[in-house]
Protein backbone atom coordinates (compact mmCIF):
# COMPACT_ATOMS: atom_id res chain seq x y z
CA UNK A 1 0.00 0.00 0.00
CA UNK A 2 2.87 2.34 0.53
CA UNK A 3 3.98 2.01 -2.70
CA UNK A 4 1.05 2.83 -4.40
CA UNK A 5 0.54 5.86 -2.26
CA UNK A 6 3.98 7.11 -3.37
CA UNK A 7 3.09 6.43 -7.48
CA UNK A 8 -0.36 8.61 -6.19
CA UNK A 9 1.97 11.07 -4.72
CA UNK A 10 4.22 11.19 -7.86
CA UNK A 11 0.60 11.67 -10.09
CA UNK A 12 -0.23 14.80 -7.96
CA UNK A 13 3.35 16.73 -8.19
CA UNK A 14 2.92 15.83 -12.40
CA UNK A 15 -0.39 17.38 -12.72
CA UNK A 16 0.72 20.73 -10.52
CA UNK A 17 4.27 20.60 -13.39
CA UNK A 18 1.12 20.30 -15.83
CA UNK A 19 -0.75 23.38 -14.75
CA UNK A 20 2.45 25.60 -14.38
CA UNK A 21 3.84 24.54 -17.59
CA UNK A 22 2.10 26.44 -20.19
CA UNK A 23 3.74 26.53 -23.08
CA UNK A 24 6.40 24.42 -22.20
CA UNK A 25 7.49 20.95 -23.46
CA UNK A 26 7.18 19.37 -19.76
CA UNK A 27 3.96 19.20 -20.62
CA UNK A 28 4.05 16.12 -23.02
CA UNK A 29 4.50 13.10 -21.00
CA UNK A 30 5.07 10.65 -23.93
CA UNK A 31 8.24 10.62 -26.34
CA UNK A 32 6.24 10.73 -29.43
CA UNK A 33 3.93 13.47 -27.96
CA UNK A 34 7.51 15.45 -27.01
CA UNK A 35 8.79 15.15 -31.31
CA UNK A 36 5.70 16.06 -32.49
CA UNK A 37 4.38 19.20 -30.85
CA UNK A 38 5.32 22.35 -32.49
CA UNK A 39 7.54 23.62 -29.72
CA UNK A 40 10.93 21.53 -30.84
CA UNK A 41 11.26 19.86 -27.70
CA UNK A 42 13.39 16.82 -26.90
CA UNK A 43 13.28 13.68 -24.62
CA UNK A 44 15.83 12.40 -22.76
CA UNK A 45 15.47 8.19 -22.81
CA UNK A 46 17.46 7.96 -19.47
CA UNK A 47 16.17 6.10 -16.71
CA UNK A 48 18.52 7.87 -14.02
CA UNK A 49 17.75 11.46 -15.26
CA UNK A 50 13.93 10.25 -14.51
CA UNK A 51 14.14 9.10 -11.33
CA UNK A 52 16.41 10.67 -8.64
CA UNK A 53 16.26 11.12 -5.13
CA UNK A 54 14.48 14.65 -5.19
CA UNK A 55 11.66 13.00 -6.84
CA UNK A 56 11.03 12.55 -10.57
CA UNK A 57 12.04 14.82 -13.39
CA UNK A 58 10.10 15.42 -16.55
CA UNK A 59 11.98 13.90 -19.71
CA UNK A 60 10.79 16.39 -22.86
CA UNK A 61 12.10 19.33 -22.68
CA UNK A 62 14.31 21.81 -24.85
CA UNK A 63 17.48 19.84 -25.79
CA UNK A 64 19.77 22.45 -24.60
CA UNK A 65 17.83 22.29 -21.44
CA UNK A 66 17.57 18.66 -21.37
CA UNK A 67 21.74 18.81 -21.87
CA UNK A 68 21.84 21.40 -19.24
CA UNK A 69 20.53 19.61 -16.69
CA UNK A 70 22.15 16.65 -16.70
CA UNK A 71 20.85 14.29 -19.90
CA UNK A 72 23.64 12.82 -21.60
CA UNK A 73 24.06 13.81 -24.95
CA UNK A 74 23.75 10.02 -26.59
CA UNK A 75 20.40 9.98 -24.99
CA UNK A 76 18.49 12.93 -26.13
CA UNK A 77 16.15 12.17 -28.76
CA UNK A 78 15.79 15.30 -30.81
CA UNK A 79 15.13 13.71 -34.56
CA UNK A 80 16.00 16.07 -37.59
CA UNK A 81 14.06 16.45 -40.77
CA UNK A 82 15.94 14.32 -43.22
CA UNK A 83 17.48 15.71 -46.57
CA UNK A 84 14.48 15.54 -49.29
CA UNK A 85 14.88 12.74 -51.74
CA UNK A 86 14.34 13.72 -55.05
CA UNK A 87 13.03 10.67 -57.70
CA UNK A 88 13.02 10.78 -61.64
CA UNK A 89 13.16 13.37 -63.71
CA UNK A 90 11.76 13.84 -66.88
CA UNK A 91 13.87 15.80 -70.32
CA UNK A 92 11.61 18.96 -68.88
CA UNK A 93 11.03 18.72 -65.34
CA UNK A 94 13.55 17.71 -62.83
CA UNK A 95 12.37 16.17 -60.25
CA UNK A 96 9.07 14.69 -60.96
CA UNK A 97 8.50 13.71 -57.40
CA UNK A 98 10.05 14.25 -53.82
CA UNK A 99 9.71 12.53 -50.43
CA UNK A 100 10.90 13.47 -47.49
CA UNK A 101 9.97 13.21 -43.27
CA UNK A 102 9.78 16.36 -41.55
CA UNK A 103 9.32 17.65 -37.75
CA UNK A 104 6.50 19.38 -37.36
CA UNK A 105 8.21 22.52 -35.95
CA UNK A 106 10.57 22.98 -39.49
CA UNK A 107 10.42 24.30 -42.54
CA UNK A 108 11.95 23.20 -45.77
CA UNK A 109 12.63 23.86 -49.07
CA UNK A 110 12.87 22.38 -52.22
CA UNK A 111 13.67 22.88 -56.40
CA UNK A 112 12.26 22.23 -59.08
CA UNK A 113 14.13 23.20 -62.43
CA UNK A 114 11.52 23.15 -65.87
CA UNK A 115 13.93 23.24 -68.95
CA UNK A 116 12.60 23.52 -72.58
CA UNK A 117 13.79 21.32 -74.78
CA UNK A 118 14.91 22.47 -78.35
CA UNK A 119 12.56 20.80 -80.64
CA UNK A 120 10.66 19.04 -78.27
CA UNK A 121 8.00 16.52 -80.13
CA UNK A 122 4.74 17.90 -81.12
CA UNK A 123 1.18 15.84 -81.02
CA UNK A 124 -1.91 18.64 -81.97
CA UNK A 125 -4.77 16.99 -82.06
CA UNK A 126 -7.52 19.73 -83.66
CA UNK A 127 -11.29 19.06 -82.12
CA UNK A 128 -14.21 20.96 -84.47
CA UNK A 129 -17.84 21.42 -83.08
CA UNK A 130 -19.31 20.26 -86.63
CA UNK A 131 -22.65 21.92 -86.09
CA UNK A 132 -24.45 23.63 -89.14
CA UNK A 133 -22.84 27.37 -88.44
CA UNK A 134 -19.31 25.86 -88.43
CA UNK A 135 -19.32 24.97 -92.15
CA UNK A 136 -16.79 27.58 -93.56
CA UNK A 137 -14.18 26.53 -90.97
CA UNK A 138 -14.93 22.81 -91.93
CA UNK A 139 -14.02 23.80 -95.13
CA UNK A 140 -11.31 25.76 -94.65
CA UNK A 141 -9.66 22.72 -93.11
CA UNK A 142 -10.46 20.38 -95.86
CA UNK A 143 -9.53 22.53 -98.55
CA UNK A 144 -5.88 23.62 -96.44
CA UNK A 145 -5.61 20.41 -95.22
CA UNK A 146 -1.89 19.59 -96.53
CA UNK A 147 -0.70 23.50 -95.44
CA UNK A 148 -1.73 23.07 -91.89
CA UNK A 149 -0.30 19.54 -91.65
CA UNK A 150 2.96 20.82 -93.52
CA UNK A 151 3.05 24.37 -90.76
CA UNK A 152 2.34 21.22 -87.90
CA UNK A 153 5.13 19.20 -89.03
CA UNK A 154 7.23 22.13 -89.97
CA UNK A 155 7.51 23.12 -85.98
CA UNK A 156 9.52 20.63 -85.16
CA UNK A 157 11.56 17.74 -86.43
CA UNK A 158 9.05 15.38 -84.71
CA UNK A 159 5.41 16.76 -84.93
CA UNK A 160 1.65 15.15 -86.20
CA UNK A 161 -1.58 16.24 -86.65
CA UNK A 162 -4.86 14.68 -85.51
CA UNK A 163 -8.14 15.81 -86.23
CA UNK A 164 -11.72 14.99 -84.10
CA UNK A 165 -15.47 16.92 -84.65
CA UNK A 166 -18.51 17.06 -81.84
CA UNK A 167 -21.89 18.33 -81.72
CA UNK A 168 -23.98 17.11 -79.42
CA UNK A 169 -25.27 14.01 -76.67
CA UNK A 170 -27.77 12.03 -79.20
CA UNK A 171 -30.48 12.35 -77.02
CA UNK A 172 -33.32 15.27 -76.59
CA UNK A 173 -33.95 17.86 -75.89
CA UNK A 174 -30.22 18.43 -77.66
CA UNK A 175 -30.62 16.71 -80.63
CA UNK A 176 -34.07 16.13 -82.89
CA UNK A 177 -33.20 11.92 -82.45
CA UNK A 178 -36.31 11.34 -85.48
CA UNK A 179 -34.15 13.14 -87.52
CA UNK A 180 -32.30 10.32 -89.22
CA UNK A 181 -30.61 12.09 -91.89
CA UNK A 182 -28.02 14.08 -89.49
CA UNK A 183 -25.74 12.04 -87.25
CA UNK A 184 -24.72 13.96 -83.92
CA UNK A 185 -21.87 12.53 -82.46
CA UNK A 186 -20.92 13.61 -79.04
CA UNK A 187 -17.17 13.01 -79.95
CA UNK A 188 -15.80 11.49 -83.15
CA UNK A 189 -12.09 10.83 -83.73
CA UNK A 190 -11.67 11.46 -87.03
CA UNK A 191 -8.17 10.98 -87.86
CA UNK A 192 -5.70 9.73 -85.10
CA UNK A 193 -2.44 11.83 -84.86
CA UNK A 194 -0.63 11.04 -88.00
CA UNK A 195 1.99 12.87 -90.43
CA UNK A 196 0.09 10.96 -93.16
CA UNK A 197 -1.42 13.57 -95.71
CA UNK A 198 -2.73 11.37 -97.83
CA UNK A 199 -4.51 10.20 -94.89
CA UNK A 200 -5.35 13.08 -93.18
CA UNK A 201 -7.08 14.28 -96.33
CA UNK A 202 -9.01 11.17 -96.88
CA UNK A 203 -10.50 11.23 -93.64
CA UNK A 204 -11.27 14.84 -93.34
CA UNK A 205 -13.11 15.17 -96.59
CA UNK A 206 -15.73 12.70 -95.60
CA UNK A 207 -16.96 14.53 -92.13
CA UNK A 208 -20.27 16.45 -93.08
CA UNK A 209 -21.58 19.53 -90.50
CA UNK A 210 -24.82 18.14 -88.88
CA UNK A 211 -27.97 19.26 -87.29
CA UNK A 212 -29.22 19.88 -83.57
CA UNK A 213 -31.57 21.81 -81.42
CA UNK A 214 -30.12 24.45 -78.95
CA UNK A 215 -26.95 26.67 -79.13
CA UNK A 216 -24.71 24.93 -76.23
CA UNK A 217 -22.50 22.06 -77.91
CA UNK A 218 -21.35 19.03 -76.01
CA UNK A 219 -17.17 20.63 -76.10
CA UNK A 220 -16.44 19.87 -72.64
CA UNK A 221 -17.53 16.06 -73.26
CA UNK A 222 -15.35 15.85 -76.15
CA UNK A 223 -12.72 17.98 -74.81
CA UNK A 224 -12.53 15.15 -72.42
CA UNK A 225 -12.78 12.64 -74.47
CA UNK A 226 -10.53 14.21 -76.81
CA UNK A 227 -7.72 13.72 -73.25
CA UNK A 228 -8.33 10.75 -72.45
CA UNK A 229 -8.50 8.30 -75.39
CA UNK A 230 -4.84 7.65 -74.97
CA UNK A 231 -4.58 5.02 -77.51
CA UNK A 232 -7.42 5.73 -80.11
CA UNK A 233 -5.83 9.38 -80.20
CA UNK A 234 -2.73 7.96 -80.41
CA UNK A 235 -1.14 10.63 -78.39
CA UNK A 236 2.64 9.71 -77.36
CA UNK A 237 3.52 9.70 -73.64
CA UNK A 238 2.34 12.45 -71.19
CA UNK A 239 5.95 13.19 -71.21
CA UNK A 240 6.98 11.99 -73.86
CA UNK A 241 5.82 15.38 -76.56
CA UNK A 242 3.76 18.64 -76.07
CA UNK A 243 0.58 17.91 -76.03
CA UNK A 244 -1.94 19.82 -77.18
CA UNK A 245 -5.54 20.10 -78.42
CA UNK A 246 -6.76 23.44 -80.46
CA UNK A 247 -10.57 23.51 -79.96
CA UNK A 248 -12.68 25.18 -82.44
CA UNK A 249 -16.50 26.27 -81.55
CA UNK A 250 -19.14 28.92 -81.92
CA UNK A 251 -20.98 28.37 -78.91
CA UNK A 252 -21.07 27.63 -75.09
CA UNK A 253 -21.18 24.37 -73.72
CA UNK A 254 -23.15 22.53 -71.72
CA UNK A 255 -22.08 21.76 -68.28
CA UNK A 256 -22.57 18.91 -66.17
CA UNK A 257 -26.02 20.55 -64.41
CA UNK A 258 -27.96 20.74 -67.96
CA UNK A 259 -28.10 16.92 -68.29
CA UNK A 260 -31.13 17.34 -65.55
CA UNK A 261 -33.14 18.83 -69.12
CA UNK A 262 -32.70 15.00 -70.41
CA UNK A 263 -32.73 13.09 -67.15
CA UNK A 264 -29.32 12.38 -67.24
CA UNK A 265 -28.47 11.66 -63.10
CA UNK A 266 -25.19 9.68 -63.01
CA UNK A 267 -21.79 12.17 -62.96
CA UNK A 268 -19.39 11.14 -65.57
CA UNK A 269 -16.50 8.85 -64.78
CA UNK A 270 -13.86 10.64 -67.30
CA UNK A 271 -13.12 7.11 -69.09
CA UNK A 272 -12.70 6.96 -72.80
CA UNK A 273 -15.69 5.41 -74.08
CA UNK A 274 -14.70 5.83 -78.66
CA UNK A 275 -14.94 2.16 -78.21
CA UNK A 276 -18.39 1.82 -77.15
CA UNK A 277 -20.24 4.84 -77.27
CA UNK A 278 -23.82 3.48 -75.90
CA UNK A 279 -22.78 5.04 -72.42
CA UNK A 280 -22.67 8.53 -73.80
CA UNK A 281 -26.05 9.37 -73.41
CA UNK A 282 -25.94 8.00 -69.76
CA UNK A 283 -23.58 10.20 -68.36
CA UNK A 284 -23.60 13.75 -67.59
CA UNK A 285 -21.37 16.75 -69.57
CA UNK A 286 -18.15 16.50 -66.84
CA UNK A 287 -18.16 19.81 -64.39
CA UNK A 288 -15.53 22.31 -64.35
CA UNK A 289 -13.08 21.42 -62.13
CA UNK A 290 -13.36 17.83 -64.11
CA UNK A 291 -12.11 19.45 -67.20
CA UNK A 292 -8.95 21.52 -65.01
CA UNK A 293 -7.95 17.92 -63.66
CA UNK A 294 -7.59 16.24 -66.74
CA UNK A 295 -6.31 18.90 -68.58
CA UNK A 296 -3.45 18.93 -65.97
CA UNK A 297 -3.13 15.68 -64.83
CA UNK A 298 -2.91 14.25 -68.51
CA UNK A 299 -0.28 17.47 -69.08
CA UNK A 300 -2.27 18.48 -71.90
CA UNK A 301 -2.01 21.91 -73.81
CA UNK A 302 -5.35 23.56 -74.37
CA UNK A 303 -5.90 26.46 -77.05
CA UNK A 304 -9.50 27.41 -77.80
CA UNK A 305 -10.79 29.63 -80.77
CA UNK A 306 -13.84 30.63 -80.63
CA UNK A 307 -16.32 32.62 -81.76
CA UNK A 308 -16.54 36.37 -80.52
CA UNK A 309 -20.12 35.97 -79.13
CA UNK A 310 -18.62 33.59 -76.52
CA UNK A 311 -15.39 34.24 -76.24
CA UNK A 312 -15.55 36.06 -72.94
CA UNK A 313 -16.70 32.56 -71.86
CA UNK A 314 -14.05 30.40 -72.70
CA UNK A 315 -11.35 33.03 -71.53
CA UNK A 316 -13.10 32.35 -68.55
CA UNK A 317 -12.48 28.86 -68.78
CA UNK A 318 -8.98 29.26 -69.82
CA UNK A 319 -8.47 31.48 -67.00
CA UNK A 320 -10.18 28.93 -64.51
CA UNK A 321 -7.40 26.17 -65.41
CA UNK A 322 -4.22 28.65 -66.23
CA UNK A 323 -4.87 30.50 -63.19
CA UNK A 324 -5.58 33.50 -65.55
CA UNK A 325 -2.08 33.24 -66.88
CA UNK A 326 -2.34 32.40 -70.14
CA UNK A 327 -1.63 34.94 -72.25
CA UNK A 328 -4.80 35.24 -75.10
CA UNK A 329 -6.94 32.58 -72.86
CA UNK A 330 -9.01 32.18 -76.26
CA UNK A 331 -8.20 33.34 -79.86
CA UNK A 332 -11.31 34.60 -82.13
CA UNK A 333 -12.00 31.88 -84.65
CA UNK A 334 -11.01 33.48 -88.22
CA UNK A 335 -11.67 32.23 -91.70
CA UNK A 336 -8.82 33.02 -93.14
CA UNK A 337 -5.89 30.28 -93.35
CA UNK A 338 -3.42 32.45 -92.42
CA UNK A 339 -4.55 32.93 -88.99
CA UNK A 340 -4.99 29.38 -88.61
CA UNK A 341 -1.43 28.07 -89.05
CA UNK A 342 -0.51 31.83 -86.91
CA UNK A 343 -2.25 30.57 -84.28
CA UNK A 344 -0.98 27.00 -84.14
CA UNK A 345 2.68 28.48 -84.87
CA UNK A 346 2.21 30.88 -82.25
CA UNK A 347 0.68 28.77 -79.66
CA UNK A 348 3.38 25.94 -80.00
CA UNK A 349 6.11 28.44 -79.38
CA UNK A 350 4.14 30.14 -76.30
CA UNK A 351 3.29 26.70 -74.82
CA UNK A 352 6.82 25.61 -75.42
CA UNK A 353 8.67 28.43 -73.87
CA UNK A 354 6.16 29.36 -71.03
CA UNK A 355 6.38 28.15 -67.95
CA UNK A 356 3.05 28.28 -66.04
CA UNK A 357 2.98 26.64 -62.32
CA UNK A 358 -0.42 25.89 -61.10
CA UNK A 359 -1.46 24.14 -57.62
CA UNK A 360 -3.37 20.87 -58.41
CA UNK A 361 -4.01 19.34 -54.81
CA UNK A 362 -2.64 20.36 -51.48
CA UNK A 363 -3.14 17.65 -48.17
CA UNK A 364 -4.70 19.57 -45.39
CA UNK A 365 -2.46 19.40 -43.01
CA UNK A 366 0.58 20.62 -45.20
CA UNK A 367 1.40 24.27 -45.84
CA UNK A 368 3.77 24.85 -48.89
CA UNK A 369 4.46 28.29 -50.87
CA UNK A 370 5.97 28.11 -54.48
CA UNK A 371 7.94 31.02 -55.63
CA UNK A 372 10.13 31.56 -58.83
CA UNK A 373 13.59 31.79 -57.80
CA UNK A 374 15.44 31.65 -61.24
CA UNK A 375 13.81 33.39 -64.86
CA UNK A 376 15.91 34.83 -67.49
CA UNK A 377 12.66 37.62 -68.34
CA UNK A 378 11.72 37.89 -65.08
CA UNK A 379 8.86 40.41 -65.55
CA UNK A 380 7.58 42.33 -62.74
CA UNK A 381 3.83 41.51 -60.95
CA UNK A 382 4.55 38.26 -63.64
CA UNK A 383 4.10 36.21 -60.34
CA UNK A 384 4.93 33.07 -60.97
CA UNK A 385 5.09 32.71 -64.60
CA UNK A 386 8.02 32.82 -66.46
CA UNK A 387 7.67 33.82 -70.18
CA UNK A 388 10.25 33.29 -72.98
CA UNK A 389 12.64 30.76 -71.34
CA UNK A 390 15.16 29.79 -73.94
CA UNK A 391 16.00 26.36 -74.57
CA UNK A 392 18.08 24.27 -72.37
CA UNK A 393 18.18 27.08 -69.90
CA UNK A 394 15.94 26.08 -66.64
CA UNK A 395 13.20 28.44 -65.11
CA UNK A 396 13.68 27.44 -60.92
CA UNK A 397 11.11 27.28 -58.68
CA UNK A 398 11.28 26.70 -54.79
CA UNK A 399 8.64 25.47 -52.59
CA UNK A 400 8.82 26.28 -49.00
CA UNK A 401 7.09 23.25 -46.85
CA UNK A 402 6.15 22.92 -43.43
CA UNK A 403 3.47 20.67 -41.05
CA UNK A 404 1.07 21.80 -39.05
CA UNK A 405 0.57 20.55 -35.42
CA UNK A 406 -2.45 18.01 -35.60
CA UNK A 407 -0.59 15.72 -38.12
CA UNK A 408 0.85 13.76 -35.71
CA UNK A 409 -2.76 13.02 -34.21
CA UNK A 410 -3.85 11.27 -37.52
CA UNK A 411 -3.75 7.30 -37.60
CA UNK A 412 -0.30 6.59 -38.57
CA UNK A 413 -1.57 5.19 -41.94
CA UNK A 414 -3.05 9.23 -42.70
CA UNK A 415 -0.48 10.80 -42.09
CA UNK A 416 1.08 11.16 -45.22
CA UNK A 417 0.91 14.85 -46.86
CA UNK A 418 1.35 15.74 -50.53
CA UNK A 419 1.18 18.55 -52.88
CA UNK A 420 1.48 18.41 -56.20
CA UNK A 421 1.99 21.13 -58.72
CA UNK A 422 1.39 21.04 -62.51
CA UNK A 423 3.85 22.83 -64.87
CA UNK A 424 1.59 23.21 -67.93
CA UNK A 425 2.57 21.08 -70.78
CA UNK A 426 5.60 20.01 -69.25
CA UNK A 427 4.24 17.93 -66.53
CA UNK A 428 3.57 17.69 -63.07
CA UNK A 429 5.42 17.28 -59.34
CA UNK A 430 4.10 15.52 -55.98
CA UNK A 431 5.95 16.43 -53.00
CA UNK A 432 5.60 13.80 -50.17
CA UNK A 433 5.93 14.42 -46.80
CA UNK A 434 5.58 12.01 -43.88
CA UNK A 435 5.88 13.69 -40.48
CA UNK A 436 8.38 12.32 -37.84
CA UNK A 437 5.65 11.44 -35.02
CA UNK A 438 7.53 9.01 -33.25
CA UNK A 439 10.56 7.60 -31.35
CA UNK A 440 12.52 4.48 -32.25
CA UNK A 441 12.87 3.69 -28.60
CA UNK A 442 8.66 3.33 -28.72
CA UNK A 443 9.66 -0.11 -30.46
CA UNK A 444 11.70 -1.64 -27.84
CA UNK A 445 8.96 -1.98 -25.22
CA UNK A 446 9.84 -3.39 -22.47
CA UNK A 447 6.78 -5.01 -21.08
CA UNK A 448 6.07 -6.46 -17.60
CA UNK A 449 9.44 -4.58 -16.55
CA UNK A 450 10.17 -4.26 -12.93
CA UNK A 451 10.11 -1.05 -12.70
CA UNK A 452 6.91 -0.32 -13.85
CA UNK A 453 6.11 -2.93 -11.12
CA UNK A 454 5.84 -5.71 -13.20
CA UNK A 455 2.28 -4.38 -14.25
CA UNK A 456 3.39 -1.99 -17.17
CA UNK A 457 6.06 -1.63 -20.04
CA UNK A 458 8.75 0.57 -19.63
CA UNK A 459 8.84 2.56 -23.03
CA UNK A 460 11.47 5.03 -23.61
CA UNK A 461 12.39 5.01 -19.83
CA UNK A 462 8.87 5.92 -18.52
CA UNK A 463 6.16 3.57 -17.79
CA UNK A 464 3.12 2.79 -20.20
CA UNK A 465 0.60 1.15 -18.18
CA UNK A 466 -2.81 -0.16 -18.75
CA UNK A 467 -5.41 2.73 -18.59
CA UNK A 468 -7.76 0.70 -16.38
CA UNK A 469 -4.97 -0.68 -14.06
CA UNK A 470 -4.35 2.96 -13.42
CA UNK A 471 -7.53 3.44 -12.52
CA UNK A 472 -7.76 0.73 -10.42
CA UNK A 473 -4.80 1.74 -8.52
CA UNK A 474 -6.10 5.38 -7.83
CA UNK A 475 -9.28 3.40 -6.42
CA UNK A 476 -7.84 1.24 -4.33
CA UNK A 477 -5.14 4.38 -2.92
CA UNK A 478 -8.38 6.55 -2.32
CA UNK A 479 -10.31 3.53 -0.05
C1 LIG B 1 12.85 29.01 -49.05
O1 LIG B 1 12.92 29.75 -50.24
C2 LIG B 1 12.33 31.04 -50.16
C3 LIG B 1 12.37 31.66 -51.54
O2 LIG B 1 13.55 31.40 -52.22
C4 LIG B 1 13.09 31.86 -49.14
O3 LIG B 1 12.50 33.12 -49.03
C5 LIG B 1 13.05 31.15 -47.81
O4 LIG B 1 13.81 31.83 -46.87
C6 LIG B 1 13.57 29.73 -47.92
N1 LIG B 1 13.33 29.05 -46.67
C7 LIG B 1 14.22 28.21 -46.13
C8 LIG B 1 13.79 27.52 -44.88
O5 LIG B 1 15.32 28.01 -46.62
C1 LIG C 1 8.97 25.61 -92.73
O1 LIG C 1 9.95 26.33 -92.00
C2 LIG C 1 10.88 27.02 -92.81
C3 LIG C 1 11.92 27.68 -91.92
O2 LIG C 1 11.73 27.41 -90.57
C4 LIG C 1 10.15 28.04 -93.66
O3 LIG C 1 11.07 28.68 -94.52
C5 LIG C 1 9.08 27.34 -94.48
O4 LIG C 1 8.32 28.29 -95.18
C6 LIG C 1 8.17 26.56 -93.58
N1 LIG C 1 7.20 25.83 -94.35
C7 LIG C 1 5.90 25.82 -94.05
C8 LIG C 1 5.04 25.01 -94.94
O5 LIG C 1 5.43 26.45 -93.09
C1 LIG D 1 -0.54 7.01 -96.06
O1 LIG D 1 -1.92 6.67 -96.03
C2 LIG D 1 -2.37 6.04 -97.21
C3 LIG D 1 -3.87 5.93 -97.12
O2 LIG D 1 -4.27 5.50 -95.86
C4 LIG D 1 -1.66 4.70 -97.33
O3 LIG D 1 -2.08 4.04 -98.51
C5 LIG D 1 -0.15 4.94 -97.36
O4 LIG D 1 0.52 3.71 -97.35
C6 LIG D 1 0.29 5.76 -96.19
N1 LIG D 1 1.67 6.15 -96.34
C7 LIG D 1 2.58 5.90 -95.43
C8 LIG D 1 3.97 6.37 -95.73
O5 LIG D 1 2.33 5.30 -94.40
C1 LIG E 1 -1.22 34.20 -62.20
O1 LIG E 1 -0.92 33.20 -61.24
C2 LIG E 1 -0.78 33.66 -59.92
C3 LIG E 1 -0.48 32.47 -59.01
O2 LIG E 1 -0.25 31.32 -59.72
C4 LIG E 1 -2.03 34.36 -59.45
O3 LIG E 1 -1.83 34.89 -58.16
C5 LIG E 1 -2.38 35.46 -60.41
O4 LIG E 1 -3.57 36.09 -60.03
C6 LIG E 1 -2.52 34.88 -61.81
N1 LIG E 1 -3.02 35.83 -62.78
C7 LIG E 1 -2.36 36.80 -63.35
C8 LIG E 1 -3.11 37.61 -64.36
O5 LIG E 1 -1.19 37.05 -63.11
C1 LIG F 1 8.72 37.21 -75.34
O1 LIG F 1 8.85 37.10 -76.74
C2 LIG F 1 7.84 37.75 -77.46
C3 LIG F 1 8.03 37.42 -78.91
O2 LIG F 1 9.37 37.29 -79.24
C4 LIG F 1 7.90 39.24 -77.18
O3 LIG F 1 6.87 39.89 -77.85
C5 LIG F 1 7.75 39.46 -75.67
O4 LIG F 1 7.90 40.81 -75.35
C6 LIG F 1 8.78 38.66 -74.90
N1 LIG F 1 8.52 38.76 -73.49
C7 LIG F 1 9.50 38.82 -72.60
C8 LIG F 1 9.07 38.82 -71.17
O5 LIG F 1 10.66 38.83 -72.90
C1 LIG G 1 20.44 21.99 -76.04
O1 LIG G 1 21.08 20.83 -75.59
C2 LIG G 1 21.18 19.81 -76.56
C3 LIG G 1 21.76 18.58 -75.92
O2 LIG G 1 22.40 18.86 -74.74
C4 LIG G 1 22.01 20.31 -77.74
O3 LIG G 1 22.08 19.31 -78.75
C5 LIG G 1 21.37 21.57 -78.31
O4 LIG G 1 22.18 22.11 -79.33
C6 LIG G 1 21.18 22.61 -77.23
N1 LIG G 1 20.42 23.73 -77.77
C7 LIG G 1 20.69 25.00 -77.47
C8 LIG G 1 19.78 26.04 -78.06
O5 LIG G 1 21.60 25.32 -76.73
C1 LIG H 1 2.89 -9.60 -18.64
O1 LIG H 1 2.23 -10.15 -17.52
C2 LIG H 1 0.91 -10.62 -17.78
C3 LIG H 1 0.32 -11.13 -16.49
O2 LIG H 1 0.71 -10.38 -15.41
C4 LIG H 1 0.97 -11.71 -18.84
O3 LIG H 1 -0.34 -12.15 -19.14
C5 LIG H 1 1.64 -11.19 -20.09
O4 LIG H 1 1.79 -12.24 -21.03
C6 LIG H 1 2.99 -10.62 -19.76
N1 LIG H 1 3.54 -10.05 -20.94
C7 LIG H 1 4.78 -10.25 -21.35
C8 LIG H 1 5.16 -9.60 -22.67
O5 LIG H 1 5.57 -10.87 -20.73
Known amino acids: MKVYLWIFWIGIIWTVNCVAGQESCRIFRTCSECISSTLACGWCDHRPFYLTANGIRPLCDKPEALELAGCPLDKIINPQSETP???????????????????????????????PQQDFPLDLYILMDISKSMSQFLELAQTAAGDILSTVTNLTSDSRLGFG????????PFVNTNDATHSADAFNNVQPLTTNLTQFQDNIDTVETSNNQDTPEGALDALVQSMVCQSGIEWRGKFDALRMVLLMTDAEFHYALDDKLAGIVTSNDLQCRMA?????NK???????????????????????V????RDFYSLVSNLIYSGNKTNAAALLNSQLSALLNLITESYFESSTTVIPVLISRSTHIRS???????????????????????NTSAEYSVELSLDEHVCQLPPDQRTQTVTYAFVGFGQVTIEVDPICSCDCENQRDENSSFCMDRGALVCSVC????????????????
Open 85 to 115: VALGSTPQLNPSKYEMRLRTQTVKNVTIQVT
Open 165 to 172: TFVEKRVR
Open 276 to 280: DDSND
Open 283 to 305: QQFPSYSQIIRTVLEENIVVIFS
Open 307 to 310: DADV
Open 369 to 391: ELSLSTCENIQAGSNLVCRNVSY
Open 464 to 479: SCDPSYQVRLLSMVQI
